[in-house]
Protein backbone atom coordinates (compact mmCIF):
# COMPACT_ATOMS: atom_id res chain seq x y z
CA UNK A 1 0.00 0.00 0.00
CA UNK A 2 2.88 1.90 0.28
CA UNK A 3 2.49 2.99 -3.62
CA UNK A 4 -0.53 4.94 -3.01
CA UNK A 5 0.22 8.14 -3.75
CA UNK A 6 -3.01 10.22 -2.14
CA UNK A 7 -1.88 8.98 1.20
CA UNK A 8 -0.14 11.50 2.87
CA UNK A 9 0.32 10.10 6.32
CA UNK A 10 2.96 7.52 7.02
CA UNK A 11 1.88 4.39 7.09
CA UNK A 12 1.30 2.38 10.52
CA UNK A 13 4.28 1.24 12.28
CA UNK A 14 3.12 -1.27 14.37
CA UNK A 15 2.10 -5.04 15.00
CA UNK A 16 -1.03 -4.45 16.47
CA UNK A 17 -3.57 -6.03 13.60
CA UNK A 18 -6.62 -3.52 14.83
CA UNK A 19 -4.47 -0.87 14.06
CA UNK A 20 -3.32 -2.12 10.50
CA UNK A 21 -6.63 -2.81 9.81
CA UNK A 22 -7.77 0.52 10.31
CA UNK A 23 -4.71 2.35 8.61
CA UNK A 24 -5.77 -0.22 5.55
CA UNK A 25 -9.58 0.64 5.79
CA UNK A 26 -8.39 4.62 5.67
CA UNK A 27 -6.66 4.21 2.79
CA UNK A 28 -9.20 2.30 0.80
CA UNK A 29 -11.41 5.01 1.66
CA UNK A 30 -9.07 7.30 0.26
CA UNK A 31 -9.76 5.62 -3.03
CA UNK A 32 -13.10 6.36 -3.42
CA UNK A 33 -13.63 9.08 -6.30
CA UNK A 34 -14.24 12.78 -4.44
CA UNK A 35 -13.75 11.08 -0.88
CA UNK A 36 -10.50 13.69 0.88
CA UNK A 37 -8.62 12.66 3.44
CA UNK A 38 -9.96 14.24 5.86
CA UNK A 39 -13.24 12.82 5.36
CA UNK A 40 -11.88 8.91 5.19
CA UNK A 41 -10.64 10.08 8.92
CA UNK A 42 -14.13 11.53 9.83
CA UNK A 43 -15.40 7.97 8.33
CA UNK A 44 -13.44 6.23 10.68
CA UNK A 45 -13.85 8.17 13.66
CA UNK A 46 -17.42 6.35 13.40
CA UNK A 47 -16.28 3.40 11.67
CA UNK A 48 -13.02 1.97 12.46
CA UNK A 49 -13.13 -0.64 10.21
CA UNK A 50 -14.95 -1.64 7.03
CA UNK A 51 -16.47 -4.27 8.96
CA UNK A 52 -18.34 -1.92 11.90
CA UNK A 53 -19.58 0.00 8.59
CA UNK A 54 -21.07 -3.01 7.20
CA UNK A 55 -22.54 -4.22 10.32
CA UNK A 56 -24.33 -0.43 10.51
CA UNK A 57 -26.07 -0.95 7.09
CA UNK A 58 -26.85 -4.48 7.78
CA UNK A 59 -28.80 -2.74 11.20
CA UNK A 60 -30.42 -0.47 9.10
CA UNK A 61 -31.44 -3.38 6.39
CA UNK A 62 -32.83 -5.73 9.38
CA UNK A 63 -34.36 -2.83 11.40
CA UNK A 64 -36.46 -2.38 7.79
CA UNK A 65 -35.02 0.82 7.47
CA UNK A 66 -33.02 0.01 4.28
CA UNK A 67 -33.90 3.62 2.75
CA UNK A 68 -31.81 5.08 5.05
CA UNK A 69 -28.63 2.89 4.61
CA UNK A 70 -27.55 4.93 1.13
CA UNK A 71 -27.52 8.51 4.33
CA UNK A 72 -25.63 6.89 6.65
CA UNK A 73 -22.38 8.60 6.19
CA UNK A 74 -23.96 12.19 4.98
CA UNK A 75 -23.71 13.87 8.23
CA UNK A 76 -20.42 12.03 8.78
CA UNK A 77 -18.55 12.53 5.57
CA UNK A 78 -17.90 16.43 6.18
CA UNK A 79 -18.41 18.61 9.35
CA UNK A 80 -20.32 21.47 7.77
CA UNK A 81 -22.01 20.10 4.20
CA UNK A 82 -23.80 17.36 4.39
CA UNK A 83 -22.68 14.99 1.49
CA UNK A 84 -25.75 12.84 0.31
CA UNK A 85 -24.12 11.68 -3.02
CA UNK A 86 -20.95 10.98 -1.26
CA UNK A 87 -22.73 8.76 1.12
CA UNK A 88 -24.95 7.01 -1.79
CA UNK A 89 -21.97 6.08 -3.46
CA UNK A 90 -19.77 4.72 -0.78
CA UNK A 91 -22.67 2.54 -0.03
CA UNK A 92 -23.40 1.13 -3.65
CA UNK A 93 -19.78 0.58 -3.33
CA UNK A 94 -20.03 -1.53 -0.24
CA UNK A 95 -23.46 -3.56 -1.06
CA UNK A 96 -23.44 -3.75 -4.92
CA UNK A 97 -24.04 -7.21 -6.60
CA UNK A 98 -22.97 -6.29 -9.85
CA UNK A 99 -19.48 -6.21 -10.62
CA UNK A 100 -19.36 -4.63 -13.28
CA UNK A 101 -21.44 -1.57 -12.11
CA UNK A 102 -19.89 2.07 -12.71
CA UNK A 103 -20.09 3.91 -9.21
CA UNK A 104 -18.76 7.74 -9.79
Sequence with gaps: LECIKKIKRAP???DDPVEKARDVWLR???QIPRLSEAMAYNVVEH???CQSLWQAYQQ???EGR???SASLLAG???AERTQQKLSEAVFRIMSSNDPKEMIL
Design 47 to 49: YPT
Design 66 to 68: SGE
Design 12 to 14: VLT
Design 28 to 30: QLQ
Design 76 to 78: VLH
Design 60 to 62: HIN
